[in-house]
């Protein structure tokens, strides 16, 4: 539990991003939920951008605590089995209603909205997760062509966050309102098994347009 003043302001942010996204979050009701006041934000942080980024950080190193995206795995194991690995984690932060679901709130509330600091954001994620993704699909695909990596990375977040994105959340995924584990960990199973034949067909694509490129 935070103990510091700056500590409850970046975990009050946290659950107010999560809630209201970027744009829909407003820095009384962070401040009111850390029992502060606004001088307090810009003692600590200076602007609203900079406790974002506090918090975006504090609530991915919460969902990689229960969801690391590099999994148990060791750095020789294959580059699809890292994929999946990341793929699992970001898939079950999203059936998460704790902290460790935050950091995907955060990500569906905010990209593509307006007023959102969209490439600030995707400079902090590539950081966080984005750049094991990429090196790991590099591997895959057997490309270092930035483009078809850029391609890759694109396919693999929509289908892995395609649960977290959803407008009413996991309602019509399963037979009831309660899944038991094992229905959202066969759901997730499914998922991560369509992000790999996907990524495997487009690389069957790709090598076949290089083919081509190389006898025309």
């Known amino acids: 539990m ?13 659950r ?3 809630d209201k996204g970027y744009s829909g ?16 934000v810009n003692y600590h942080f200076g602007s609203k951008d900079k406790l974002f980024v506090c918090a975006l950080r504090q609530a991915f190193a919460d969902a990689d605590e229960v ?9 020789d194991a294959s580059a699809k089995d890292h994929i999946a690995a990341i793929a699992r984690a970001i898939l079950r932060r999203s059936f998460d209603d704790g902290k460790a679901g935050n950091f995907n709130k955060i990500m ?3 990209m593509c909205v307006p007023g959102s600091p969209v490439e600030m954001i995707l400079k902090e994620v590539d ?7 990429a090196n790991q699909l590099g591997q895959f695909l057997v490309s270092d062509d930035p483009t078809v990596i850029s391609m890759a990375i694109s396919n693999f977040i ?13 309602q019509g995924l399963f037979n009831s309102d309660n899944p038991s584990p094992e ?23 790709t090598q076949q347009q290089a083919a081509l490129g190389q006898t025309s």
């Open 108 to 110: 569906s509330r905010t």
């Open 158 to 170: 929509v289908l892995a966050t395609i649960i977290s994105k959803r407008p009413h959340g996991t």
């Open 127 to 133: 950081e966080l997760e984005l750049n094991h993704l």
């Open 183 to 205: 229905e959202i960990e066969l759901l997730i199973e499914k998922q991560v098994s369509t992000i790999i034949a996907t990524l495997s067909a487009f690389k069957s694509l």
């Open 16 to 18: 107010v991003f999560a």
């Open 2 to 14: 935070a103990s510091n003043p700056k500590e409850k302001l970046i975990d009050s942010a946290v």
């Open 25 to 40: 979050a407003k820095v009384a009701d962070i401040v009111n939920g850390a029992g502060a006041n606004i001088a307090a």
């Open 67 to 75: 969801y690391p995206s590099r999994g148990a795995l060791s750095d």
